[in-house]
């Protein structure tokens, strides 16, 4: 016989690809990666080739990357040609800015500086989808086995709420607060109590140093971790390590981002001695009191927490001042108040929303808490019923922020997704298992109805109907609209706000204000001017409203969605009249095509 004939049958290359893919689950996870990537690339190619941001912070981040790049330093994130000469104070972190600046370095040599931005703003968002989809992976792994991990990033790259945070040209901070909430669920679910908390404690610091809308989620944490303490006394090492993280990753990163002057700044809107200092006592109340007092009882452990709760609120309302009574924006005047950070409806309540948006944002979050409290009914075991609890618990946590904060359910979509997944894997392997097709084949179709995508299409468009139709808005953003700025000497434009950041990428000029709320003088300055009367606004633009130099002309945009609601608001206002197509006698109209009106202020 031969040796020929004594070798094994080879296998069909169909199964050697799903044994590889079985042993190296991640390789799938990649590919699946790359190609909603490529997709993504294909599908914004043209709004990358102009930069044309889908949002103004968008925009935003770009000038500060390379303000910061072109010799800004480090700890100064101020855009300074927002009302000059003052600037527009920001509180954005270097965090976000880094991987940024990072890719256009490294790029420029061999593409340009404006090939190197667009690559870099294309890029590094769906590098930060990448990372995403592994922490996805790995944490869904741990609650149901692999292969509805791999379903779970499947879905994941098809739903539309968190995708939206991460297609090219999404810079700003909202990916990164996705991840970290990913990161930290990662922590939450590791077997090894110390290095959870400790990974769990990292993610939220760094969170945190990005944005204090982590808060929420810090004390989310922070509760389940000792609750689960309170149960079982071998938790008291996630906590101790989660509260040592907290403080031992976020200070050092307060110091290094901003300096150690931050640490002594009681700023509501940034991680600074206002939450720094709370989170230093509960820790070391903790750990004091694991030594001191120990935790041999229920009540004993209970004691220790409560005691570092305590001390930590207290520490927040002594050093907090205004920022419990009038939050991080109590220097906006009311009509600024109502006429911009009111109508951020991202922000809003979800009962504020139209019927749509409740229903995208609602939809996965139901199906997903409905999914895990099967999933936990299901559980073969005591541990798994355990970790499929810890998710119940924070997806219903998350839910209750997302409530309050319509963007706040992205991360409850992203806790949703492992039982969503779990859950459609089950029902899809019944459908599968119906003896005749003309009830296999619809069923397994229905199916897809029950996915984030399938869900919040479906709300949409029982709800459409009764929305008002249309869309009369203009995009004055575009290079298109602008490019007629560029035919003017650089100047102090008097704009809307949202025309602010765009300006400051696609043109030389400054500007007066921009939705960014430290630059009050500049909210204020601009919303007032544009509802009041052409004569009482003449005091806004020419600068002594505001204390400032006057600017040398004033640009509108009548279609766009901020002058439709000052048109609106102000009927007799400076926004309505330009609109309407007359201008005071202190305005004289610049000729040209466009979207754009722009009108030189007389002197």
Known sequence: MSSLALAEPMA????????????????VVLAMWMLASAVM????RDKIATLTFMDTDDAMRLQQVRDWVAGQAWFDVSQHRVNPPTGGPM??????????????????????????????CALVPLMLLGALCATLFQFTRRLAGTGVALFAVALLLVTPTIL????????????WQILMAGIAL???????????????GAAIA???????????????????????HLIDVREGARLRAYAAMLVGAGVPLLIATRGGQALWLAQCDAFTAVYAWPLVGFAAILLAGHRLVGEATVLRRLMVAGVGGVVALGALLWISGPCLTSGPFHDLTPLARVQWYERVMEGRPIWEQSPSLMGVSLAPMLFGLLATMLAVRAAPDAAARRRWLIVALLLAGAMAVALLVMRGMMVAHLYALPATAWLLARLFRRAQ?????????????????????????AFASIVQQAETPGDTRVNCRTPAALARLNDLPPSLLFAPLDLGPDILVRTPHSIIGTGHHRNVIGINSVTRA?????DQAQADVMGSARGGPAADYVIICPGMNEVLLYKKDAPGGLAAMLSNGGHPDWLEPVPGEGPLQIYRVKR
């Open 206 to 228: 760094v969170w945190l140093l990005i944005s204090t809308e982590g808060l929420p989620y810090a004390a989310l944490f922070g509760g389940l971790f000792v609750l689960r």
């Open 530 to 534: 544009f509802l009041a009367t052409p």
């Open 91 to 120: 509180h954005w972190s270097r965090i976000v800015d880094m991987p940024i600046a990072a890719t256009i370095l490294l790029l420029r040599p061999f593409v340009g500086a404006a090939g190197a931005e667009m690559l870099a």
């Open 12 to 27: 069909p290359p169909g199964a050697r690809w799903a044994a590889t893919f079985e042993r190296r689950p991640m390789l």
């Open 41 to 44: 690339l294909f599908l914004f």
């Open 433 to 457: 298992g119906l003896p005749h097709a003309l009830a296999r084949v619809p069923a397994s179709v229905a199916l897809c109805l029950l996915t984030p995508v399938g869900l919040s299409s």
């Open 186 to 200: 990662l922590g939450a679910l590791d077997e090894q109590g110390r290095r959870g908390g400790m990974i769990a």
């Open 164 to 175: 939206i945070q991460f297609p090219p040209l999404r810079v700003d901070h909202h990916g």
